[in-house]
T-cell receptor, first 107, second 120 residues
């Protein structure tokens, strides 16, 4: 199974900050990496697919990069609605696996 | 509009069974693989199982293999998850999930989930 490791597990930031979350795969997954945002008591929402493609309707302040084993989600200027938990997920092989999540909290 | 509505969760004793259902609308159900993803209280997302378009191919996470069965009824636009021999660690919200359908295994539509609680 491919293990997905996210860091940090949590972070505190202020509105307007640039935030970076990393995700590492235990083996190469090419660009088969997707990012989700989850707010409390809601279902996850797809933000970025195939490592760097922005899902339709997602604000352009979200961006993704990486390939192989190392990936990054960046929020260029944090907005109040961005305080949430973010998950990466590999779509390369079954069993599909998620990272442990990064909780972005208000400083 | 794509809609995925789960039902069937509840409180069950260890060793018991539950059958979850996911009624879908807004898209051609028979054209999409479907998945179940669960989330234990306060924890992260865990993929559970998937099924191909006609139900002939299924795959499971090791943690549920031999205990859970995924199935579908394309005539009723409904996905199922039969959960047997339930354990406390199976407790969580179970989401029915539809991938985009482009082979990337990206999940662009999620149901709100149904809570299964395994406790004595």
């Amino acid at each position: 199974d491919i293990q997905m490791t996210q860091s940090p597990s949590s972070l505190s930031a202020s509105v307007g900050d640039r935030v970076t979350i990393t995700c590492r795969a235990s083996q190469s997954i090419a660009t088969s990496l997707h990012w989700y945002q989850q707010t409390p008591r809601k279902a996850p929402k797809l933000l970025i697919y195939a490592a760097s493609s922005l899902e339709s309707g997602v604000p352009s302040r979200f961006s993704g990069s990486g390939s192989g084993t190392d990936f990054t989600l960046t929020i260029s200027s944090l907005q109040p609605e961005d305080f949430a938990t973010y998950y990466c997920q590999q779509g390369y092989s079954t069993p599909l696996t998620f990272g442990g999540g990064t909780k972005v909290e208000i400083k | 509009e794509v809609q995925l509505v789960e039902s069937g969760g509840g409180l069950v004793q260890p060793g018991g069974s539950l059958r979850l259902s996911c009624a879908v609308s807004g898209f051609t159900f028979s054209s999409y693989w479907m998945h179940w993803v669960r989330q234990a209280p306060g924890k992260g997302l865990v993929w559970v199982s998937h099924i191909n378009t006609d139900g002939s191919t299924t795959t499971y996470a090791d943690s549920v293999k031999g205990r859970f069965t995924i199935s579908r009824d394309n005539a009723k636009n409904t996905l199922y998850l039969q959960m047997n021999s339930l354990r406390a660690e199976d407790t969580g919200v179970y989401h029915c999930v539809r991938p985009r359908g482009d082979g990337l295994n990206r999940f662009d539509h999620w149901g709100q989930g149904t809570l299964a609680t395994v406790s004595s």
